[in-house]
T-cell receptor
Framework: NAGVTQTPKFRVLKTGQSMTLLCAQD?????MYWYRQDPGMGLRLIHY???????AKGEVPDGYNVSRLKKQNFLLGLESAAPSQTSVYFC??????????????FGPGTRLTVT | SQQGEEDPQALSIQEGENATMNCSYK?????LQWYRQNSGRGLVHLIL?????REKHSGRLRVTLDTSKKSSSLLITASRAADTASYFC??????????FGKGTTLSVSS
């Protein structure tokens, strides 16, 4: 089992360019999340999904879009990258419902630099 | 806005010593979780404590929760160099999403 994987691992973009980050999971988890981590800021939630075909905004959604067309994939898009989006992006998943399901499983991260 | 705030921001200890990290939060919660992040890696879940629990143990980890003070503490006993990492508390209010604190960076020297 690969668990939670993220593609790409590193990327450098110029201001105004677009890109899509892919999160894939083989854990059959219903919930998926996108976070960004900046120095001294901890993790902040961008968008999340509680199931295939559903998405919701988190704390810092501006400048990002997401899609969950398949249960195992959660895509994060930047339509017009800005230097303020330079960050490390983490995807996470978890099961739905039940007390044992609240634990989140994280991918290894994508380091994005926007120049 | 971030719910949890860890204290201290950084902690340096010697191997064999205990490490205590604190987390304060603002609103009522469903559960509180602690995660560890090794440098350059994703977060790993350590322990979850529910709002109706006061203390929980897992190996060398001990977590307490005081809902009246809206605070939690993570104690790592007999620290090892391999415990060097950042530790985050995360609160779950509605069972859907977590809100993370800014973390405590623990350095354990041998």
């Amino acid at each position: 089992n690969a668990g939670v994987t993220q593609t790409p691992k590193f990327r450098v973009l110029k201001t105004g360019q677009s890109m899509t980050l892919l999160c894939a999971q083989d854990m059959n988890h219903e919930y998926m999340y996108w976070y960004r981590q900046d120095p001294g800021m901890g993790l902040r939630l961008i968008h999340y999904s509680v199931g295939e075909g559903t998405t919701a905004k988190g704390e810092v959604p501006d400048g990002y879009n997401v899609s969950r067309l398949k249960k195992q994939n959660f895509l994060l898009g930047l339509e017009s990258a800005a230097p303020s989006q330079t960050s490390v992006y983490f995807c996470a998943t978890r099961l739905a419902g039940g007390l044992l399901s609240y634990e989140q499983y994280f991918g290894p991260g994508t380091r994005l630099t926007v120049t | 806005s971030q719910q949890g705030e860890e204290d201290p921001q950084a902690l340096s200890i010697q191997e064999g010593e205990n490490a205590t990290m604190n987390c304060s939060y603002k609103t009522s919660i469903n559960n509180l979780q602690w995660y560890r992040q090794n440098s350059g890696r994703g977060l790993v879940h350590l322990i979850l404590i529910r709002s109706n629990e006061r203390e929980k143990h897992s190996g060398r980890l001990r977590v307490t929760l005081d809902t009246s003070k809206k605070s939690s503490s993570l104690l790592i006993t007999a620290s090892r160099a391999a415990d060097t990492a950042s530790y985050f508390c995360a609160t779950d209010q509605a069972g859907t999403a977590l809100i993370f604190g800014k973390g405590t960076t623990l350095s354990v020297s041998s």
